[in-house]
C-alpha cells in the first residue's frame, strides 16, 4: 500500500513539472516555418549571389551596347634617311582620326547575347530563392523532428528508469528473480545512450538551422510538424511553366542568339580614316582619307558558326530533355508525397495508439504480476518503435511535400523579373 501511494505521489510530481515546462515553453516565442523562411532570405549569401549574377549580367548588357571607338593616328614619313632625305628637311606628317564600322548586325546581336543572359540571370535568382526555400524547410523539418526524437529518447529513458526501480522492488520482495533487475539495468543503460545520441543529433540539427537563417533557434512549430494535408484531387502542373522548364528554354534563347552573333562576325567591318599631312618643306596642309577591309582569308567564321549551331542543337536537346524530366520528376514527387501522407496519418493514428494502450496495459500488468518482464519490455519497446516510426514518417511527408514544392515552383514573368 505504501509502495502504490509512493508511486501516485511521484506521478503527481511528474505531471506537475511537466504542466510547469509546458507553462514555460508557452512563454516562449516559437519561430515559425515562414519566419525561418523570411529570416534565411535577409541573410542568406546565395541570394546576394544570385542577386550579383543579375547586376553582372545587367553590366554586359551595358558593355554589349557599346559602340568601337575609334583612335587618333599619327605618322611622320620621308625622316633619318640620305641625301634630302636625311633629318627632318623632307618629313611628312600625317595626323588623322580613324573610326571602325561594324557591318552585319553584330552591335544588335551582341545585345541579344547580352539580353538572353540577362534573362537567364533572373531565372537564377528566381531559382536561388526557392532552392533556399527548400533548404531552409528541410533543415526546419530536420530540427523539429530531432526534437521529437530526442523527446521520446528521454521519455523512454524515464520509463527504462522507472522499470528498473519496479525491477528493484520486486526483487526485494522476492517476488522476481535478480535477473529481472538486470534486464532492466541493461534496458536503462540502452534507453541512456539512445536519449544521449538523440540529444546531440537534436543539437546539431538546431545548429544547422540557425546557420541558414542567421539566427538562434528558439521554440519550433510542432503544431506544423504533426499537420498532414488531406490529398484532394490531383491538380494539373504544366511542367513547362516550372522554373527547370523555363532555365532550359532560356539557355536556347542564349544559343540562338549565339548563332546570331557568329553570323554578323562573318562580315568585315570597314575602318574609315580622315587626316592632315603637311610637308616639312613646303609648311602646306593636305587632306588623306583612307578606307580598310579584313580579308577573311584564313578564318571565314564558318567555323564559330558551325560550333554556335553544335551548341544551339544540344541547347534545343537539352530543353527537350528539362521538360521530361521535369514531368516525371513532379509525377514521382506527387506519388511519395501520397504515399507519405498515408504512411504518416496511420503511424500516428490507429497504429500508435494501439501500441500506447499496448504499453498502458502491459505496464499494469507487470506491477500487479500478471505479466512478466519479458511482455512488459516487448510493449515498451514497440511503444518506442512506433512513436520512431510516426516521428520518421511525418519528416518524410514534410520532406516529400517541400520537394514537390520546389519541383513545381512557377518560372517568374517577365513583368515580375
Not at 159 to 167: F, M, N, Q, S, T
Not at 246 to 270: E, F
Not at 379 to 392: P, V
Given at each position: 500500500?505504501?509502495?502504490?501511494?509512493?508511486?501516485?505521489?511521484?506521478?503527481?510530481?511528474?505531471?506537475?513539472?511537466?504542466?510547469?515546462?509546458?507553462?514555460?515553453?508557452?512563454?516562449?516565442?516559437?519561430?515559425?516555418?515562414?519566419?525561418?523562411?523570411?529570416?534565411?532570405?535577409?541573410?542568406?549569401?546565395?541570394?546576394?549571389?544570385?542577386?550579383?549574377?543579375?547586376?553582372?549580367?545587367?553590366?554586359?548588357?551595358?558593355?554589349?551596347?557599346?559602340?568601337?571607338?575609334?583612335?587618333?593616328?599619327?605618322?611622320?614619313?620621308?625622316?633619318?634617311?640620305?641625301?634630302?632625305?636625311?633629318?627632318?628637311?623632307?618629313?611628312?606628317?600625317?595626323?588623322?582620326?580613324?573610326?571602325?564600322?561594324?557591318?552585319?548586325?553584330?552591335?544588335?546581336?551582341?545585345?541579344?547575347?547580352?539580353?538572353?543572359?540577362?534573362?537567364?540571370?533572373?531565372?537564377?535568382?528566381?531559382?536561388?530563392?526557392?532552392?533556399?526555400?527548400?533548404?531552409?524547410?528541410?533543415?526546419?523539418?530536420?530540427?523539429?523532428?530531432?526534437?521529437?526524437?530526442?523527446?521520446?529518447?528521454?521519455?523512454?529513458?524515464?520509463?527504462?528508469?522507472?522499470?528498473?526501480?519496479?525491477?528493484?522492488?520486486?526483487?526485494?520482495?522476492?517476488?522476481?528473480?535478480?535477473?529481472?533487475?538486470?534486464?532492466?539495468?541493461?534496458?536503462?543503460l540502452n534507453a541512456d545512450g539512445a536519449a544521449e545520441r538523440t540529444e546531440r543529433s537534436a543539437d546539431v540539427a538546431r545548429a544547422n538551422l540557425a546557420l541558414l537563417i542567421g539566427r538562434t533557434t528558439s521554440v519550433l512549430d510542432r503544431v506544423w510538424f504533426e499537420q498532414v494535408?488531406?490529398?484532394?484531387?490531383?491538380?494539373?502542373?504544366?511542367?513547362?511553366?516550372?522554373?527547370?522548364?523555363?532555365?532550359?528554354?532560356?539557355?536556347?534563347?542564349?544559343?540562338?542568339?549565339?548563332?546570331?552573333?557568329?553570323?554578323?562576325?562573318?562580315?568585315?567591318?570597314?575602318?574609315?580614316?580622315?587626316?592632315?599631312?603637311?610637308?616639312?618643306?613646303?609648311?602646306?596642309?593636305?587632306?588623306?582619307?583612307?578606307?580598310?577591309?579584313?580579308?577573311?582569308?584564313?578564318?571565314?567564321?564558318?567555323?564559330?558558326?558551325?560550333?554556335?549551331?553544335?551548341?544551339?542543337?544540344?541547347?534545343?536537346?537539352?530543353?527537350?530533355?528539362?521538360?521530361?524530366?521535369?514531368?516525371?520528376?513532379?509525377?514521382?514527387?506527387?506519388?511519395?508525397?501520397?504515399?507519405?501522407?498515408?504512411?504518416?496519418?496511420?503511424?500516428?493514428?490507429?497504429?500508435?495508439?494501439?501500441?500506447?494502450?499496448?504499453?498502458?496495459?502491459?505496464?499494469?500488468?507487470?506491477?500487479?504480476?500478471?505479466?512478466?518482464?519479458?511482455?512488459?519490455?516487448?510493449?515498451?519497446?514497440?511503444?518506442?518503435?512506433?512513436?520512431?516510426?510516426?516521428?520518421?514518417?511525418?519528416?518524410?511527408?514534410?520532406?516529400?511535400?517541400?520537394?514537390?514544392?520546389?519541383?513545381?515552383?512557377?518560372?517568374?514573368?517577365?513583368?515580375?523579373?
Amino acid at each position: 500500500m505504501h509502495r502504490i501511494m509512493a508511486a501516485v505521489l511521484a506521478a503527481s510530481a511528474c505531471a506537475s513539472s511537466l504542466q510547469a515546462q509546458t507553462a514555460t515553453v508557452s512563454t516562449e516565442s516559437v519561430l515559425s516555418l515562414d519566419a525561418a523562411l523570411e529570416a534565411a532570405g535577409a541573410s542568406s549569401p546565395a541570394i546576394d549571389a544570385a542577386q550579383s549574377g543579375v547586376r553582372v549580367a545587367a553590366a554586359q548588357r551595358s558593355v554589349a551596347g557599346l559602340r568601337p571607338n575609334p583612335s587618333i593616328d599619327g605618322m611622320v614619313e620621308n625622316v633619318a634617311g640620305t641625301g634630302d632625305y636625311r633629318g627632318l628637311r623632307s618629313a611628312e606628317t600625317t595626323v588623322g582620326v580613324s573610326l571602325p564600322i561594324e557591318l552585319g548586325g553584330k552591335r544588335s546581336a551582341r545585345i541579344a547575347v547580352a539580353d538572353a543572359q540577362l534573362g537567364r540571370a533572373a531565372l537564377d535568382a528566381a531559382m536561388a530563392k526557392v532552392d533556399l526555400r527548400l533548404r531552409v524547410t528541410l533543415a526546419y523539418n530536420e530540427a523539429v523532428a530531432s526534437d521529437r526524437r530526442a523527446d521520446n529518447a528521454r521519455e523512454q529513458l524515464g520509463i527504462a528508469a522507472e522499470g528498473l526501480r519496479a525491477a528493484k522492488v520486486r526483487v526485494a520482495a522476492g517476488r522476481a528473480s535478480p535477473i529481472e533487475e538486470q534486464r532492466a539495468e541493461v534496458a536503462r543503460l540502452n534507453a541512456d545512450g539512445a536519449a544521449e545520441r538523440t540529444e546531440r543529433s537534436a543539437d546539431v540539427a538546431r545548429a544547422n538551422l540557425a546557420l541558414l537563417i542567421g539566427r538562434t533557434t528558439s521554440v519550433l512549430d510542432r503544431v506544423w510538424f504533426e499537420q498532414v494535408t488531406t490529398m484532394g484531387p490531383v491538380q494539373p502542373v504544366d511542367a513547362a511553366g516550372t522554373l527547370a522548364a523555363a532555365a532550359a528554354r532560356a539557355d536556347l534563347s542564349t544559343a540562338d542568339a549565339q548563332v546570331r552573333l557568329a553570323r554578323s562576325q562573318r562580315i568585315p567591318d570597314l575602318t574609315i580614316g580622315v587626316a592632315a599631312r603637311r610637308p616639312e618643306r613646303s609648311n602646306d596642309v593636305a587632306g588623306v582619307f583612307s578606307l580598310s577591309v579584313p580579308l577573311p582569308l584564313f578564318n571565314n567564321g564558318r567555323a564559330a558558326v558551325d560550333l554556335a549551331s553544335a551548341q544551339r542543337q544540344q541547347a534545343d536537346a537539352r530543353r527537350r530533355l528539362a521538360l521530361l524530366d521535369a514531368e516525371q520528376a513532379i509525377a514521382s514527387a506527387r506519388a511519395d508525397v501520397a504515399n507519405a501522407a498515408t504512411t504518416a496519418r496511420n503511424a500516428t493514428g490507429p497504429t500508435l495508439a494501439a501500441a500506447q494502450e499496448a504499453a498502458r496495459i502491459a505496464r499494469i500488468g507487470y506491477r500487479e504480476g500478471k505479466f512478466g518482464q519479458l511482455d512488459l519490455l516487448d510493449a515498451e519497446r514497440t511503444l518506442a518503435e512506433t512513436k520512431a516510426a510516426a516521428i520518421d514518417a511525418l519528416a518524410a511527408y514534410h520532406d516529400a511535400q517541400a520537394r514537390l514544392e520546389r519541383l513545381v515552383a512557377p518560372a517568374p514573368t517577365e513583368d515580375a523579373r
